[in-house]
């Protein structure tokens, strides 16, 4: 604490010429995710949040999930890593991109936002609502696209950051034995050499990790390296030619020795994780004209993620996960202006590959193969009307074929006021988890789940065997997959009544069908559970976001933002309206349950806010607090009628509270220190990823 | 969703569990039976409760079950087992009533889909079903077919809520049963509780029932 103070105390004693602070939303800004062409951030149909390198910084995030976790309507989820959770859809229906093209490597659907460094990200761009007509798969909730610095600007520039933290205690000492410790280091060189210009980035992150669960020694989180670095190269051609290349490369090292203690025993355990990721992403872009511009991308990215666990009393059953995806993919795109008019056409084929333990056999590779084209057309009526239409259709070798339009419009009657309406349909292709998983878990209980390439064939061949007890009624649904459609309304009020002031409300809805759900179709003679895939959920998301930024004085600004969020399963609530739902009393005996007990699908907020205020006198000078809160959301349904209610279990709704602040020592050199989760929140059980409080001090330097 | 992140604990507790003998005990105990107006509550009732881990890592009872009489309210002694004096029998998620396969008397059940209280009388359409041990029992067993749901994942049982079972005693009088809870003292663990306590907590029956 006292280090805040003399922090606040150097900054308010500071006597530093006034510098005009950003704007933490700035109408004039360019955007480039919403239409796949520049635009202002004023001038596009759609919801999009902007998050500048500026803020990416003097928030302190080094990792894709600490910025994300500050935006308003965005929720972190817990399982398989940290995943995003947008407009209450769940991380799989989210797309992430680097300069437009996809990260792969998902777990259970989830791309861990740990994974993704910040180094050498100039800015974030958040687009929400159905984006498939222009990105196709996974972008059913919104997408995310990092954009990368721009490379040739002459720079030498990096940061070395030491944080603390200890659960326990409370207050961190540095190197206490209890608590972890982390260490970013991060450089930046940009150069040109002829016509040659680059921009390298390398990032480096280590924590020791830290142990806060009972019954365990277990680091979560895990005492882990990340070592990234990207390479941007750009260089004209003639006038009208311009060759890019981004080259990026991540690794993740986890090594730890733990033990468990389960059932009086203690389990002692060694377990080692690597994922390594790396992608290639040349373009030439053509320029014939002031309206005509080819665009042609090749994208190469390779994941691969090795997981072993030994235990050291019984190492025969050590265990081995092995994930490797490739995809490969060649793109154009034409940008063709024709009067009011700006037309894209677009069309890719894509080969996505990958093999796993966790599927039959690890050298038996899977793949599936992707044709696509899209359009768009954006229409500028006038200065009050744009409207924007486009489509998108993908052939899939695997499944059927995915078409997806999007329609959306801006009407803007004056400076002050600007409203925003789309209507857009997203898809997300089966994963190949969902086709052909084979995993068979032999503990306590016991269960299998296979894919539904190959589920059929093995359950009948266990029937033959005899060694299937029952087959249940979704046995017989059992088909090839189909895609998961949504359907997304967006309707947003955008109100400036000044430079200073920007007030934003949007309204959303989302109805999904054909939601692929995990479903028991089988039991084995020893009572042993099977498991497979059905396209057969149908749910919805609808809610409000609200946003006020207020820049009040030149070295003042505050942001808050807040969302309302209600979900539901379709089937549950027509048989809640149909009086076949029960719940228990409270002597335990069952009654009828009623609409407004049901609280739809789980690990779902119905609240989330946040408060943001940075004080910046100067470039180099600020301090910003922001205040993040989300809502009470369940996590199991303990009353056993398979949907969730409020007698359920919930995780406790909390408060988290980050500060951080920065000051000049010299002209090219800045401290920067800060506090992540003040209040020391901490939820064992349900927010694993969620260590307590850590403190952090920065230096960066700027040649 | 949860299947891979339980991979690892579960494997863990594979490990753990086969070297895992605890000595048989039956609590007693907190066995309560209670009774108000027509309705019976019966509590903590053991069904066969775990005692150790089998070779393939489930937990195991000693494979006794125990037997109760809806006529008289009372927990019959083994030695009865062939004979009408007892309605149900328990032994983990199965329910037994007394005929053919499972003992000499006339009973027979069958799973209705509605509250315990709504149900006034048994339905005119309605078939008993009778047992025909280990392959069918007249109330089924499995995870959702009849009075409860099993997540492997998470490895806790519920009763569904809405499921009342209705029963033909040992000597032909009906009676409608609801199977309240399956955990000793009446309350499902946490779904964070250790392993351990799942299984050491799990097969106490809570039910409560009423005679026609």
Same mark, same amino acid.
């Not at chain 1, 609808?542 to 969020?565: A, D, V």
């Given at each position: 604490?006292?280090?805040?103070?003399?922090?606040?105390?150097?900054?308010?004693?500071?006597?530093?010429?006034?510098?005009?602070?950003?704007?933490?939303?700035?109408?004039?800004?360019?955007?480039?995710?919403?239409?796949?062409?520049?635009?202002?951030?004023?001038?596009?149909?759609?919801?999009?949040?902007?998050?500048?390198?500026?803020?990416?910084?003097?928030?302190?995030?080094?990792?894709?999930?600490?910025?994300?976790? *500050?935006?308003?309507?965005?929720?972190?989820?817990?399982?398989?890593?940290?995943?995003?959770?947008?407009?209450?859809?769940?991380?799989?229906?989210?797309?992430?991109?680097?300069?437009?093209?996809?990260?792969?490597?998902?777990?259970?659907?989830?791309?861990?936002?740990?994974?993704?460094?910040?180094?050498? @990200?100039?800015?974030?761009?958040?687009?929400?609502?159905?984006?498939?007509?222009?990105?196709?798969? *996974?972008?059913?909730?919104?997408?995310?696209?990092?954009?990368?610095?721009?490379?040739?600007?002459?720079?030498?520039?990096?940061?070395?950051?030491?944080?603390?933290?200890?659960?326990?205690?409370?207050?961190?000492?540095?190197?206490?034995?209890?608590?972890?410790?982390?260490?970013?280091?991060?450089?930046?060189? !940009?150069?040109?050499?002829? =016509?040659?210009?680059?921009?390298?980035?390398?990032? %480096?992150?280590?924590?020791?990790?830290?142990?806060?669960?009972?019954?365990?020694?277990?680091?979560?989180?895990?005492?882990?390296?990340?070592?990234?670095?990207?390479?941007?190269?750009?260089?004209?051609?003639?006038?009208?030619?311009?060759?890019?290349?981004?080259?990026?490369?991540?690794?993740? =090292?986890?090594?730890?020795?733990?033990?468990?203690?389960?059932?009086?025993?203690?389990?002692?355990?060694?377990?080692? *994780?690597?994922?390594?990721?790396?992608?290639?992403?040349?373009?030439?872009?053509?320029?014939?004209?002031?309206?005509?511009?080819?665009?042609?991308?090749?994208?190469?990215?390779?994941?691969?993620?090795?997981?072993?666990?030994?235990?050291?009393?019984?190492?025969?059953?050590?265990?081995?996960?092995?994930?490797?995806?490739?995809?490969?993919?060649?793109? $154009?795109?034409?940008?063709?202006?024709?009067?009011?008019?700006?037309?894209?056409?677009?069309?890719?084929?894509?080969?996505?590959?990958?093999?796993?333990?966790?599927?039959?056999?690890?050298?038996?590779?899977?793949? #599936?193969?992707?044709?696509?084209?899209?359009?768009?057309?954006?229409?500028?009526?006038?200065? =009050?009307? @744009?409207?924007?239409?486009?489509?998108?259709?993908?052939?899939?070798?695997?499944?059927?074929?995915?078409?997806?339009?999007?329609?959306?419009?801006?009407?803007?009657?004056?400076?002050?006021?600007?409203?925003?309406?789309?209507?857009?349909?997203?898809?997300?292709?089966?994963?190949?988890?969902?086709?052909?998983?084979?995993?068979?878990?032999?503990?306590?209980?016991?269960?299998?789940? %296979?894919?539904?390439?190959?589920?059929?064939?093995?359950?009948?061949?266990?029937?033959?065997?005899?060694?299937?007890?029952?087959?249940?009624?979704?046995?017989?649904?059992?088909?090839?997959?189909?895609?998961?459609?949504?359907?997304?309304?967006?309707? !947003?009020?955008?109100?400036?009544?000044? $430079?200073?002031?920007?007030?934003?409300?949007?309204?959303?809805?989302?109805?999904?069908?054909?939601?692929?759900?995990?479903?028991?179709?089988?039991?084995?003679?020893?009572?042993?559970?099977?498991?497979?895939?059905?396209?057969?959920?149908?749910?919805?998301?609808?809610?409000?976001?609200?946003?006020?930024?207020?820049?009040?004085?030149? =070295?003042?600004?505050?942001?808050?933002?807040?969302?309302?969020?209600?979900?539901?399963?379709?089937?549950?609530?027509?048989?809640?309206?149909?009086?076949?739902?029960?719940?228990?009393?409270?002597?335990?005996?069952?009654?009828?349950?009623?609409?407004?007990?049901?609280?739809?699908?789980?690990?779902?907020?119905?609240?989330?806010?946040?408060?943001?205020?940075?004080? $910046?006198?100067?470039?180099?000078?600020?301090?910003?607090?922001?205040?993040?809160?989300?809502?009470?959301?369940?996590?199991? #349904?303990?009353?056993?009628?398979?949907?969730?209610?409020?007698?359920?279990?919930?995780?406790?709704?909390?408060?988290?509270?980050?500060?951080?602040?920065?000051?000049?020592?010299?002209?090219?050199?800045?401290?920067?220190?800060?506090? *992540?989760?003040?209040?020391?929140?901490?939820?064992? #059980?349900?927010?694993? #990823?969620?260590?307590?409080?850590?403190?952090?001090?920065?230096?960066?330097?700027?040649? | 969703?949860?299947?891979?992140?339980?991979?690892?604990?579960?494997?863990?507790?594979?490990?753990?569990?086969?070297?895992?003998?605890?000595?048989?005990?039956?609590?007693?105990?907190?066995?309560?039976?209670?009774?108000?107006?027509?309705?019976?509550?019966?509590?903590?009732?053991?069904?066969?409760?775990?005692?150790?881990?089998?070779?393939?890592?489930?937990?195991?009872?000693?494979?006794?079950?125990?037997?109760?009489?809806?006529?008289?309210?009372?927990?019959?002694?083994?030695?009865?087992?062939?004979?009408?004096?007892?309605?149900?029998?328990?032994?983990?998620?199965?329910?037994?009533?007394?005929?053919?396969?499972?003992?000499?008397?006339?009973?027979?059940?069958?799973?209705?889909?509605?509250?315990?209280?709504?149900?006034?009388?048994?339905?005119?359409?309605?078939?008993?079903?009778?047992?025909?041990?280990?392959?069918?029992?007249?109330?089924?067993?499995?995870?959702?077919?009849?009075?409860?749901?099993?997540?492997?994942?998470?490895?806790?049982?519920?009763?569904?809520?809405?499921?009342?079972?209705?029963?033909?005693?040992?000597?032909?009088?009906?009676?409608?049963?609801?199977?309240?809870?399956?955990?000793?003292?009446?309350?499902?663990?946490?779904?964070?509780?250790?392993?351990?306590?799942?299984?050491?907590?799990?097969?106490?029956?809570?039910?409560?029932?009423?005679?026609?």
């Amino acid at each position: 604490m006292r280090l805040v103070v003399f922090i606040l105390f150097l900054l308010l004693s500071s006597t530093s010429l006034l510098a005009q602070a950003d704007s933490l939303r700035n109408l004039q800004e360019v955007v480039i995710t919403a239409t796949r062409q520049e635009r202002r951030l004023g001038n596009v149909a759609v919801p999009v949040t902007l998050i500048q390198q500026q803020q990416i910084r003097q928030a302190g995030s080094l990792r894709l999930r600490d910025i994300l976790q *500050e935006q308003s309507g965005l929720v972190m989820t817990s399982a398989f890593g940290v995943g995003v959770q947008m407009q209450g859809l769940n991380p799989e229906h989210t797309l992430i991109l680097v300069d437009g093209q996809p990260l792969v490597g998902r777990t259970s659907g989830v791309l861990d936002l740990n994974r993704i460094a910040l180094a050498g @990200i100039k800015r974030i761009e958040i687009v929400k609502g159905p984006s498939s007509s222009l990105y196709g798969s *996974e972008a059913m909730a919104g997408v995310i696209n990092l954009i990368t610095e721009a490379p040739g600007k002459k720079e030498i520039s990096g940061s070395i950051r030491y944080g603390t933290g200890n659960p326990d205690k409370g207050w961190a000492l540095p190197f206490a034995s209890s608590g972890f410790q982390q260490v970013d280091a991060d450089l930046q060189v !940009g150069y040109q050499v002829g =016509k040659w210009k680059f921009r390298h980035s390398n990032n %480096y992150l280590y924590n020791d990790g830290i142990s806060f669960r009972p019954f365990s020694t277990d680091r979560i989180p895990r005492p882990i390296n990340r070592l990234t670095h990207q390479t941007t190269l750009l260089r004209p051609i003639g006038e009208r030619t311009e060759f890019k290349l981004l080259l990026r490369a991540n690794q993740d =090292k986890i090594e730890q020795e733990f033990a468990v203690r389960n059932n009086g025993q203690i389990i002692e355990s060694y377990g080692r *994780e690597k994922n390594t990721e790396w992608n290639i992403q040349p373009t030439v872009t053509y320029r014939a004209s002031q309206r005509l511009a080819l665009h042609s991308r090749g994208f190469f990215t390779r994941y691969v993620g090795d997981q072993r666990l030994f235990f050291v009393q019984k190492p025969d059953s050590s265990y081995l996960d092995r994930f490797e995806q490739h995809l490969y993919r060649f793109e $154009q795109q034409l940008d063709w202006t024709i009067g009011r008019s700006e037309w894209i056409f677009g069309a890719g084929y894509q080969i996505d590959q990958a093999r796993s333990t966790r599927y039959d056999a690890l050298d038996n590779r899977k793949q #599936n193969r992707v044709a696509y084209a899209f359009a768009q057309w954006e229409w500028k009526l006038n200065e =009050k009307w @744009i409207s924007v239409a486009g489509m998108r259709y993908d052939d899939n070798q695997l499944f059927a074929a995915a078409l997806t339009p999007k329609w959306s419009l801006r009407y803007k009657p004056n400076e002050k006021w600007s409203v925003q309406a789309s209507v857009g349909q997203g898809f997300k292709a089966p994963d190949f988890r969902q086709l052909y998983l084979n995993f068979t878990n032999n503990a306590a209980g016991g269960y299998s789940v %296979y894919g539904t390439q190959d589920a059929i064939r093995i359950i009948n061949e266990l029937n033959r065997l005899g060694q299937i007890a029952e087959l249940q009624p979704d046995f017989s649904k059992l088909a090839d997959l189909t895609p998961e459609y949504s359907t997304g309304t967006n309707l !947003g009020v955008t109100y400036q009544p000044k $430079q200073t002031i920007t007030v934003r409300f949007n309204g959303f809805r989302n109805d999904i069908r054909s939601l692929i759900d995990v479903r028991q179709v089988a039991t084995r003679i020893d009572g042993a559970q099977i498991f497979s895939y059905l396209n057969v959920k149908r749910a919805y998301t609808y809610g409000l976001e609200s946003e006020f930024n207020w820049q009040f004085h030149s =070295k003042w600004t505050m942001q808050t933002g807040y969302q309302w969020l209600r979900t539901g399963d379709k089937d549950e609530l027509d048989r809640i309206k149909k009086g076949l739902e029960y719940t228990r009393a409270p002597d335990g005996s069952s009654r009828v349950m009623t609409l407004h007990e049901y609280v739809g699908l789980p690990n779902r907020s119905e609240h989330q806010a946040q408060f943001k205020l940075r004080y $910046q006198p100067a470039e180099h000078r600020f301090v910003f607090l922001r205040l993040l809160y989300r809502s009470r959301w369940t996590i199991a #349904n303990s009353n056993g009628n398979g949907v969730h209610d409020v007698q359920d279990e919930y995780a406790n709704g909390f408060l988290q509270i980050n500060l951080s602040g920065g000051i000049p020592l010299r002209k090219n050199i800045q401290l920067q220190a800060g506090i *992540e989760n003040l209040l020391n929140y901490q939820d064992v #059980n349900y927010l694993p #990823n969620f260590p307590g409080r850590n403190i952090y001090m920065t230096l960066n330097f700027k040649l | 969703m949860r299947f891979q992140l339980l991979l690892l604990t579960s494997l863990v507790s594979f490990v753990a569990c086969e070297k895992d003998k605890p000595t048989p005990t039956i609590d007693q105990r907190a066995y309560s039976v209670t009774t108000s107006g027509n309705v019976v509550t019966v509590r903590n009732l053991p069904g066969d409760t775990i005692i150790g881990v089998s070779a393939q890592g489930q937990p195991v009872g000693a494979g006794r079950y125990t037997f109760f009489s809806l006529e008289s309210g009372q927990w019959i002694p083994n030695a009865d087992s062939n004979s009408n004096r007892w309605d149900l029998a328990f032994a983990g998620t199965i329910v037994r009533v007394n005929n053919l396969t499972s003992g000499p008397g006339s009973g027979g059940g069958f799973v209705f889909n509605g509250s315990f209280e709504s149900l006034t009388s048994v339905p005119v359409d309605s078939t008993f079903r009778l047992d025909n041990h280990p392959v069918s029992y007249a109330i089924p067993r499995g995870s959702g077919r009849a009075w409860y749901t099993y997540d492997g994942p998470t490895n806790l049982l519920t009763p569904i809520p809405g499921r009342t079972l209705v029963i033909r005693t040992a000597n032909g009088q009906r009676a409608k049963v609801e199977i309240l809870n399956y955990y000793r003292g009446g309350s499902t663990p946490s779904t964070s509780a250790a392993d351990s306590i799942k299984i050491r907590d799990q097969r106490f029956f809570h039910f409560r029932y009423s005679k026609f």
